[in-house]
């Protein structure tokens, strides 16, 4: 039975499209705060979807000023004052849609943009952010009380739909529907037709996917297995120098892991720096390999990081060590990221090393027995 399309219209859309730009902007904030910072892969994606997204915020923004406010204008006069109100919010977010696309190109092209760009975004979610919740609890039910379902159907068609490519229809699509729970994946699938439905669903997800994993890192937009990232931290009785100091001499890294027994300065390296190299050997269960490494973050005694290379599994990952006074002692946080690990890779390290399931508690461990060390050494020293 065809459904009356002369009943109110139906906005639940808009409200979709709302949960997808906070879902976006609170995503950025976070990887732009958090450590590790994104690599330049990650960062150029993300610099390119932030300028894709403020693109598409003010095409919106432009779509309720030109047609569909003065839709509602001309059918309900008494609307006029609130979105004279909306308009005004517009003129009033512009700037900051500007200000986070400039920080956007800035930080696709240099790294030391990140803070520029991350106090962009904050400027933006304070203006944009209450204007959605008003959008959504004043004016969307008075759109709705207003419009049929049949003149926001063709509004929608040929100022949001009709301009863009089948492309950028598919990347849309699968952009609302992220994250988004079974009923509202439903509200959008109903607006297109069954066989591009599938296909956008089932095959062109792969690219929407593709794409976000380069900004996010999340496991809901990659098929890997391994456990892309981690943090653990604990409380050390040492000082952050004294952490520092056993971290930075790589030779004593089997101490402290549970998994690298041995590691080896080489390529003439010989003390810690940015851009030293060693090869760590490792051990889990009955596999065994090793990495080279290369030091890429130095900074005594606050931040010690490398990155492990593997040559047969085309892998890498990174980890960061970071060192807070912590009232007499030590806050030891140690995170780690895959940045780069081939599927078929994936499948050998998930079959041949069962114990990286879950590595939280192991890596737990490390950092407790690292903070062990650190402690016996403080005493030792004491006592002398």
């Known amino acids: 039975m065809a459904r009356d399309l002369s009943g109110p219209a139906d906005m639940s859309m808009m409200r979709i499209v709302h949960t997808a730009l906070r879902r976006d902007i609170g995503r950025a904030q976070r990887v732009l705060s958090e450590l590790p910072y994104p690599d330049d892969s990650q960062r150029q994606a993300l610099s390119e979807h932030l300028t894709w997204m403020m693109g598409w915020l003010h095409h919106h923004h432009e779509t309720e000023d030109a047609h569909l406010y003065p839709l509602v204008r001309s059918r309900n006069p008494a609307a006029a004052g609130l979105l004279d109100?909306?308009?005004?919010?517009?003129?009033?977010?512009?700037?900051?849609?500007?200000?986070?696309?400039?920080?956007?190109?800035?930080?696709?092209?240099?790294?030391?943009?990140?803070?520029?760009?991350?106090?962009?975004?904050?400027?933006?979610?304070a203006v944009?952010?209450?204007?959605?919740?008003?959008e959504e609890e004043e004016t969307m039910?008075?759109?709705?009380?207003?419009?049929?379902?049949?003149?926001?159907?063709?509004l929608?068609?040929?100022?949001?739909?009709k301009p863009l490519s089948k492309r950028e229809l598919a990347f849309s699509g699968n952009?609302?529907?992220?994250?988004?729970?079974?009923?509202?994946?439903?509200?959008?699938?109903?607006?297109?037709?069954?066989?591009?439905?599938?296909?956008?669903r089932h095959v062109l997800v792969r690219g929407y996917r593709k794409a976000m994993f380069k900004c996010?890192?999340?496991?809901?937009?990659?098929?890997?297995?391994?456990?892309?990232?981690?943090?653990?931290?604990?409380?050390?009785?040492?000082?952050?120098?004294?952490?520092?100091?056993?971290?930075?001499?790589?030779?004593?890294?089997?101490?402290?892991?549970?998994?690298?027994?041995?590691?080896?300065?080489?390529?003439?390296?010989?003390?810690?720096?940015?851009?030293?190299?060693?090869?760590?050997?490792?051990?889990?269960?009955?596999a065994q390999w090793s990495r080279s490494c290369a030091i890429h973050v130095c900074n005594d005694p606050d931040e010690f990081g490398y990155l492990t290379h593997g040559r047969l599994?085309?892998?890498?990952?990174?980890?960061?060590?970071?060192?807070?006074?912590?009232?007499?002692?030590?806050?030891?946080v140690q995170h780690y990221r895959v940045r780069s690990l081939p599927s078929w890779a994936d499948r050998v390290v998930w079959i041949f090393t069962p114990a990286h399931h879950d590595r939280r508690a192991a890596l737990s461990n490390d950092v407790a027995s690292l903070a062990a060390l650190a402690e016996r050494e403080t005493a030792l020293v004491g006592h002398l």
């Open 216 to 286: 996010w890192r999340l496991p809901e937009h990659t098929r890997l297995r391994t456990q892309l990232n981690g943090r653990t931290e604990h409380h050390c009785e040492a000082s952050p120098g004294t952490v520092w100091r056993i971290l930075a001499d790589v030779t004593r890294t089997g101490e402290w892991s549970h998994e690298c027994h041995t590691a080896a300065w080489i390529d003439g390296s010989s003390r810690a720096a940015v851009g030293a190299r060693f090869r760590g050997t490792s051990r889990s269960g009955f």
């Open 156 to 161: 929608e068609e040929e100022h949001n739909i």
């Open 175 to 200: 952009w609302f529907v992220d994250g988004l729970g079974d009923a509202d994946v439903a509200i959008v699938a109903a607006l297109v037709p069954p066989i591009p439905r599938w296909i956008v």
């Open 313 to 332: 599994l085309q892998d890498c990952t990174e980890w960061l060590w970071t060192l807070h006074p912590d009232g007499t002692g030590t806050r030891i």
């Open 128 to 134: 944009l952010l209450p204007h959605l919740q008003r």
């Open 141 to 154: 039910p008075v759109v709705s009380a207003t419009l049929t379902t049949r003149q926001w159907r063709d």
């Open 85 to 125: 109100e909306m308009d005004a919010d517009h003129v009033a977010i512009q700037p900051a849609i500007s200000g986070v696309e400039d920080a956007a190109g800035r930080y696709g092209k240099a790294a030391d943009a990140r803070e520029l760009l991350l106090s962009a975004l904050d400027a933006l979610s």
